[in-house]
């Protein structure tokens, strides 16, 4: 069985792209693959908002992505860079800010740097971007 990378740079509310993440994720498991982990950078980092409200009609990604993390202890690994510019903010980065109460990143997300996707690469037989 394959070992892989999932690259999340979709919007989760633009494009079908954070679902289909989603969906392989899920089925790569249940098929007898590994996860090593999952980057979410540029667009994608906005299913790490935990101030987003959905409508009833509409799919709520964020809490399928924390059920399949907590369930499966897959890394869910968010840009910092890319989450800070789009106003996602670790409460570690919150403290740093002097607004301790203003943070919006929760877990199981983390906020990261590029290198940690370069470490998951390594241990990774594949990588798929969506």
């Not at 633009?14 to 993440?21: L, R």
């Not at 989603?22 to 101030?51: D, E, K, L, W």
Request: charge should be negative.
């Amino acid at each position: 069985m394959a070992r892989f990378s999932i690259i999340v740079t979709s919007a989760s509310l633009d494009s079908q792209g954070c679902y289909s993440a989603y969906r392989f994720t899920q089925t790569a498991i249940t098929n007898g693959h590994q996860i090593s982990g999952v980057f979410f950078y540029q667009s994608g980092v906005n299913i790490a908002n935990t101030f987003q409200t959905m409508l009833s009609d509409e799919l709520a990604l964020y809490p399928k992505w924390v059920d399949l993390a907590n369930e499966h202890k897959i890394p869910l690994q968010v840009c910092v860079t890319a989450a800070n510019r789009r106003g996602i903010i670790s409460e570690q980065d919150a403290i740093q800010n002097d607004t301790p109460e203003l943070f919006n990143l929760k877990p199981p997300f983390q906020s990261v740097g590029i290198g940690e996707l370069v470490s998951m690469l390594n241990e990774s037989d594949r990588s798929i971007q969506f």
